[in-house]
């Protein structure tokens, strides 16, 4: 049996820890091809692999969040950095979110940022949450620190499997409590769907305007018809006169 003390594990935590992440300045600024993604991807993250042979990005992948509206489609099998940015995000996000839940957070991304140049851009949103997160950091190895410390005082006088598993419940509890809260956040963004009702009346209404535009038109024609023949009657009174 593998078991490592729990000494060892206290001088492991910052290793095992990974908080790695794509610096902004090196996501690349030209398009590339989902070969080029791929590899990209590989080299800034395969450090946050759990075993050698997983797998942080495939075509499979991207050709699955385009079909599911996560990923804008591609131009002409080029991907743009707003594309790039986007695939990090569900990379992290798909660890403990629904591909609803992710579609849901990251749709107003897509729909008010993407492609966007002047403003508030997908570059500039990434620039502030990556600052951000890395201030975080500091503070998610300080908590896991505290953890490590409750557990060891709880059963300082048993053995290291009763450490580890207390250590593992708390940081699950907190987990668990975290995404519990995620998720109600995410219902806060979220489109609400549309009812039967509601749907009943966007399609009588539009109903009711093609009905109006048929008349309008029908109408036009009416007055077409009846000055294209008062023109005939009047150019044949002219010609009675003379």
Request: glycine share 2%; proline share 3%.
């Amino acid at each position: 049996m593998n078991q490592k003390s729990f000494t060892e594990i206290k001088e492991l935590m910052n290793e095992w820890i990974r908080l790695d992440y794509i610096l902004p300045e090196d996501i690349p600024s030209i398009e590339l091809y989902m070969d080029q993604i791929t590899t990209f991807m590989e080299s800034k993250l395969h450090g946050n692999k759990r075993n050698p042979e997983d797998k942080i990005l495939t075509k499979t992948m991207i050709n699955n969040y385009s079909k599911n509206d996560l990923l804008p489609p591609s131009n002409k099998k080029k991907y743009s950095k707003d594309h790039i940015i986007l695939l990090i995000y569900i990379y992290y996000l798909k660890n403990f979110l629904s591909i609803n839940d992710i579609q849901n957070l990251l749709k107003p991304v897509s729909d008010n940022y993407f492609q966007k140049q002047e403003g508030i851009t997908m570059s500039t949103i990434y620039e502030d949450l990556f600052q951000l997160e890395k201030e975080y950091g500091i503070k998610i190895r300080e908590s896991v620190a505290e953890v490590y410390e409750i557990a060891d005082n709880a059963y300082s006088d048993k053995d290291d499997y009763l450490k580890t598993l207390t250590m593992i419940t708390l940081l699950s509890y907190d987990i668990y409590a975290k995404k519990q809260l995620v998720e109600h956040l995410i219902d806060t963004i979220a489109v609400k769907p549309t009812s039967k009702e509601e749907l009943k009346e966007v399609k009588d209404s539009i109903k009711q305007k093609e009905r109006q535009k048929k008349e309008a038109a029908k109408q036009r024609n009416r007055q077409a018809k009846e000055v294209t023949k008062l023109k005939q009657r009047q150019e044949k009174n002219s010609a009675n006169s003379k």
